[in-house]
């Protein structure tokens, strides 16, 4: 069993406060990601995980273990990183050997010449092999055994490194952007190959990541990070679907989620920018914020008088979809509204048009960038 456990864990380098209190338990097998900006303490958290970096306080548990004190090697983890950390000299099937030859045999048998006069060796090292080869095949690597890293794609190298991590069956892996080097149609591809790889081997993964898009296509669920602490931990549609943090709302979601300021009357309906949400929420006369993204915004050519006046001033084509990128009611709050490729053509730049938002899926956010709940109708 794998569950990792953190409890209360705080990191401080010098007067810098790094971790302020983490508490998160990641379920035996599950694909959790820690996902935030870059600074807000995520490497530092999974080397904490894997024994490379002391807590300043709190508890790391794998498994029913508290592992405090026990050395990185110990731990049973295996860690990838984004930079392969592969040797260069040696040989693909020598470099998934090497966490293998290091664990399995002592220090005479790992001697080139006298090593190969012991009993047994033999059997081992034909035991270690087979299981070199048997996750070459898992990664469809095997053809490339012989060869150096140097004479592999970036894509292949990263498969390279995961294969060194498995061969040891670790009781779970630990991964720090191990994706960042690739190009972008790559990227996107491993992705759809680790979260197979994920449910092939049932392994719990830890996988750090600023990628937002990342987080969400892979995890079973995602920790959002921020200076220190975690903000929201969830399944990625709720964290999509349902931020409880204006931050987090802002970090996920590409384009960005629109807000706007708006307020509530004594009677707690909401406002913005002069359009009534037609919903109403606790706290009378606060100045809140509206957050809403922008496939809940729908689009009227006809000057009725619903909805925001919005003028479009960049179209952005992604194909199947566009997104417009403008402001509302003539002024300096932006505005991304998306749009079928049939609204986008009908729509000039510089023309004024009318956006609306779905009230069922706005959100609002107080002063203190908390989610604030809309009252039943
Ligand atoms: N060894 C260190 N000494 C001093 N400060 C560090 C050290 N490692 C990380 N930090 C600081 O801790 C903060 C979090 O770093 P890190 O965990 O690497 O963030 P992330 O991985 O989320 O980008 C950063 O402000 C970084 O500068
Ligand atoms: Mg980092």
């Known amino acids: 069993m794998a569950q990792i456990g953190l409890n209360g864990i705080t990191k401080s380098f010098g007067d810098t406060i790094v971790l302020q209190g ?203 990070m921020m200076d220190g602490v975690i903000l929201q931990l969830g399944a990625p549609s709720e964290i999509y679907r349902d931020p409880q943090h204006r931050k987090v709302a802002e970090f996920v979601g590409s384009p960005r989620i629109n807000i706007l300021e708006a307020e509530t009357d004594s009677a707690g309906r909401v406002a913005a920018h002069g359009v009534q949400l037609q919903r109403r929420a606790a706290g009378c006369g606060a100045r809140v914020s509206l957050g809403i993204r922008p496939e809940h915004l729908s689009l009227a050519c006809e000057r009725d008088n619903e909805g925001w006046p919005f003028t479009p001033t960049h179209k952005e084509n992604l194909g199947a979809d566009f997104f417009l990128h403008g402001h509302v009611n003539g002024g300096s709050t932006r505005l991304v509204a998306r749009a079928t490729p049939e609204q986008a053509i009908a729509i000039s730049l510089g023309q004024e048009v009318r956006v609306r938002p779905d009230p069922g899926a706005a959100m609002l956010f107080g002063a203190d960038d908390r989610r604030i709940r809309f009252l039943e109708a």
């Not at 006069?117 to 690597?141: S, W, Y």
Request: include cysteine.
């Open 22 to 224: 983490i508490d998160l338990q990641i379920a035996d097998g599950e694909f959790l990601t820690l996902v935030g900006p870059s600074g807000c303490g995520k490497s530092t958290l999974l080397r904490i995980i894997a024994g490379l970096e002391a807590q300043s306080g709190g508890d790391v548990t794998i498994g029913d273990r508290q592992v405090n004190r026990l050395r990185p090697s110990r731990r049973d983890l295996a860690m990838v990183f984004q930079s392969y950390a592969l040797y260069p000299h040696l040989s693909v099937q020598q470099n998934m050997e090497t966490p293998l030859r290091l664990r399995d045999l002592g220090f005479w048998e790992r001697a080139p010449l006298l090593g190969a006069l012991l009993p047994g060796r033999g059997a081992k090292l034909d035991r270690l092999r087979a299981n070199v080869r048997e996750v070459a095949q898992v990664l469809e690597i095997e053809h490339l055994l012989a060869r150096k890293p140097g004479q592999l794609s970036g894509g292949q190298r990263q498969r390279v490194a995961l294969g060194r991590a498995m061969v040891r069956k670790p009781v779970a892996f630990l991964m720090d952007e191990p994706l960042s080097n690739l190009d972008a149609a790559l990227r996107v591809h491993m992705r759809a190959e680790l979260a197979q790889l994920h449910r092939a081997l049932g392994t719990t993964f830890v996988y750090v990541t600023h990628d937002q898009a990342e987080a969400l296509t892979m995890s079973d669920r995602m920790a959002v």
